[in-house]
């Protein structure tokens, strides 16, 4: 059964770049959906609950509906308030300087977009971190 990931940035370019990450390291492996926006990516994690996303990346700077809050921060909060969502990893994917300490407040892992850039393997070592887990689903 192939796994579910959901990519969320606001940038195609991103989007793209992350889509073909996955298909050049884990071929089809995984299910992609994609979504521009941190009110679409939880509409689409809402519209999931009874077969969850087994995996989400996301973007810190989007819409700025959520201020004070950053969207992604807001979306990482509305995504742990649903049940079914409470095992699932979540990656932000920013090129925020404090990106660490975001993802260490909310339990979440991280991987900084300027550094993925030059070393696209940091990529796939995040994935392999998360492999363990994403096998038990």
Same mark, same amino acid.
């Not at 606001?10 to 959906?33: A, M």
């Given at each position: 059964m192939l796994?579910?990931?959901?990519?969320v940035?606001?940038?195609?370019?991103w989007?793209?770049?992350?889509?073909e990450?996955?298909?050049?390291?884990?071929?089809e492996?995984?299910?992609?959906?994609?979504?521009?926006?941190? /009110?679409?990516?939880?509409?689409?994690?809402r519209h999931n609950?009874d @077969?969850?996303?087994? #995996?989400?990346l =996301?973007? *810190?700077?989007?819409?700025?509906?959520?201020?004070?809050?950053?969207a992604?921060?807001?979306?990482?909060?509305?995504?742990?308030?649903?049940?079914?969502?409470?095992?699932?990893?979540?990656?932000?994917i920013? /090129?925020?300087?404090?990106?660490e300490?975001?993802?260490k407040?909310? @339990?979440?892992?991280? #991987?900084?977009? =300027?550094? *993925?850039?030059?070393?696209?393997?940091?990529?796939?070592?995040?994935?392999?971190?998360?492999?363990?887990?994403?096998?038990?689903?």
């Amino acid at each position: 059964m192939l796994k579910k990931i959901l990519i969320v940035d606001d940038s195609k370019s991103w989007l793209v770049f992350h889509r073909e990450l996955i298909q050049e390291f884990f071929g089809e492996l995984f299910e992609v959906s994609t979504a521009s926006s941190a /009110a679409e990516a939880i509409n689409l994690v809402r519209h999931n609950v009874d @077969n969850p996303f087994n #995996i989400i990346l =996301t973007d *810190l700077q989007m819409e700025d509906n959520y201020e004070p809050l950053l969207a992604g921060e807001w979306l990482i909060k509305q995504i742990k308030s649903v049940k079914s969502y409470d095992r699932v990893p979540v990656v932000i994917i920013s /090129a925020m300087y404090n990106i660490e300490h975001i993802a260490k407040q909310y @339990n979440v892992e991280c #991987i900084s977009k =300027t550094i *993925l850039v030059h070393n696209k393997l940091i990529f796939k070592f995040m994935f392999e971190k998360l492999m363990p887990y994403l096998n038990k689903i």
